[in-house]
């Protein structure tokens, strides 16, 4: 049986949606891999939850304090590890979990106390790792290449996007938007020149009234509720201008790409909002817990009457490449990633994998292996101590190779991944914790050869770290050098 996952995090009208949005982007990222339950409080907001997850409710009477001890009695830790994402997670918790054997991924944006998460997630664009506490297994997964997306975001923030005109408005304020901001900047907006529709996205937990008045009596005021992702994305793509928090919205507007005039209203915004800011990606509205509907309206007449707006989505591209989800998947994999060294019973397991044919295919020598030549070639390598032959597991499960030949001045490094667990992306996990293996013992760099036409492995070594050397003929097939040093 195969690890499976926890998500963690509760949200209702009192305290917020954002932390089970921010964990069901993760579910879709992770869902391909391995299976889940979602775990929640009894008293979080039900009906936003998707219809396909396995829920699991806490009761109310089991405090924070008690949690971990409740978790340990339903999810047995040598079969689920987890990830959470909420305020009342701090220190003690995450000992309490790592004590009941957990394996942890703790999403942050808070930066405070003593934390004992084997990961730890914070998607801010300006967050220093000098500034955390942690332990020394602890590996931090910092900064906007953690982008916590939903696919389609993933999608759109791979693509470039231009915009000529600011005629249609998306405005979006979260699940409860206590301070109605919703309402103000709509009305904002209906007196701006220039904005012809104007789309509202209010949240599951939104208890207000006049802006359903305010849309009646303006036909170019269009309101929305409970958005699937892609219907929300098809809604941000019409739209040319945006007005929403610096919070996982924003981030989403971010890719998609448009002008986005965002500011905070509580504590855990702010620290987004100001690298936002700070890198160009937003018009900053600042705090907008006093905000009128005329600061509204100043602050949408500056976005407006800029002949140029590229500047916006040119700070966004930056921002956000794309690949925020491989990098989550890299992360659970090298937890689920180990290795051990090739023994005389992996004689027959590699013979078969090595004469797989896309293995051979993107091989220097393409020919079938003889098993009679395997057999000496193998027993002489995992003694040989020059060689260190490596059996990559995930799960524990045999997985495929890395072997590392050590040579006169350098290393060179081969890979294969088995057939049965090619799709799960773990060449880079496998390259990436090998090498750690290989640096405790050994410090001469690593060299990598690869044809120039296998851009799926280029692209695996780049993800573990390699660098691009040089170009060099290899048997007279055109192929990249890429190397990797000590850190």
Same mark, same amino acid.
């Given at each position: 049986m195969g690890k499976k996952i926890v998500f963690r995090a509760d949200g209702n009208s009192d305290t917020g949606l954002g @932390?089970?949005?921010r964990l069901f982007a993760l579910v879709e990222i992770y869902k391909k891999q391995f299976q889940f339950v979602f775990v929640t409080k009894a008293a979080s907001t039900k009906t936003i939850f998707p219809k396909d997850y396995p829920i699991s409710f806490i009761p109310e009477d089991i405090t924070v304090a008690d949690e971990p001890i409740w978790l340990h009695q339903h999810f047995n830790p040598s079969e689920y590890l987890i990830? !959470? #994402?909420?305020?009342?997670? +701090?220190?003690?918790?995450? +000992?309490?979990?790592?004590?009941e054997g957990? &394996?942890? *991924?703790?999403?942050?944006?808070?930066?405070?106390? +003593?934390? &004992? !998460? #084997?990961?730890?997630?914070? @998607?801010?664009?300006?967050?220093?790792?000098?500034?955390?506490?942690v332990q020394p297994y602890t590996s931090l997964a910092l900064g906007t290449e953690y982008a916590i997306l939903r696919p389609l975001f993933v999608k759109a923030a791979q693509t470039e996007r231009r915009i000529?005109?600011?005629?249609?408005?998306?405005?979006?304020?979260?699940? !409860? #938007?206590?301070?109605?901001?919703?309402?103000k900047a709509t009305k904002a907006l209906l007196q701006t020149d220039k904005i012809k529709s104007i789309h509202v996205v209010l949240g599951a937990a939104y208890k207000h009234s006049e802006i359903e008045t305010l849309a009646s009596q303006n036909a170019q005021v269009k309101l929305y509720r409970n958005l699937d992702e892609l219907a929300l994305y098809n809604l941000m793509k019409s739209c040319h201008? !945006?007005?929403?928090?610096?919070?996982?919205?924003?981030?989403?507007?971010?890719?998609? +790409?448009?002008?986005?005039?965002?500011?905070?209203?509580? #504590?855990?915004?702010? $620290? *987004? &909002?100001?690298?936002?800011?700070?890198?160009?990606a937003i018009e900053g509205a600042g705090d907008l817990t006093t905000f009128t509907v005329e600061d509204f309206k100043a602050k949408l007449n500056i976005i407006i009457n800029q002949k140029q707006v590229d500047h916006y989505l040119k700070a966004q591209e930056k921002l956000f490449d794309g690949q925020s989800s491989n990098r989550f998947i890299k992360l659970l994999n090298d937890f689920m990633v180990s290795f051990r060294k090739a023994t005389k019973e992996d004689m027959m397991l590699v013979y078969n994998w090595s004469n797989d044919?896309?293995?051979?295919?993107? $091989? &220097?020598n393409t020919d079938e292996i003889d098993l009679g030549n395997h057999k000496k070639w193998f027993n002489q390598k995992i003694i040989d101590d020059k060689t260190l032959f490596l059996i990559a597991l995930f799960d524990n499960q045999p997985a495929g190779v890395v072997r590392y030949e050590i040579k006169e001045g350098h290393t060179v490094v081969g890979i294969l991944v088995a057939e049965n667990f090619r799709g799960k992306k773990l060449s880079p996990s496998f390259l990436s914790e090998s090498a750690k293996y290989y640096f405790k013992q050994n410090h001469l760099p690593i060299f990598a050869y690869i044809k120039e036409e296998n851009k799926a492995s280029i692209k695996a070594f780049e993800s573990a770290g390699y660098s691009f050397y040089k170009k060099e003929s290899v048997k007279e097939i055109a192929s990249f050098v890429y190397k990797l040093e000590k850190k």
């Open positions: @932390h089970l949005y990830i !959470a #994402d909420g305020y009342q997670f +701090k220190s003690n918790y995450q +000992k309490q979990l790592k004590d957990y &394996y942890l *991924m703790y999403i942050d944006d808070l930066v405070e106390g +003593k934390l &004992y !998460a #084997d990961v730890i997630v914070n @998607h801010a664009a300006n967050v220093d790792a000098s500034n955390y506490q000529n005109v600011t005629t249609n408005a998306f405005v979006c304020f979260g699940g !409860a #938007d206590a301070l109605d901001l919703s309402y201008l !945006a007005i929403a928090p610096s919070s996982t919205i924003v981030y989403e507007l971010c890719s998609v +790409k448009m002008p986005i005039l965002s500011g905070y209203f509580i #504590d855990n915004q702010i $620290s *987004m &909002y100001n690298a936002l800011l700070q890198k160009g044919p896309l293995v051979r295919q993107n $091989s &220097y």
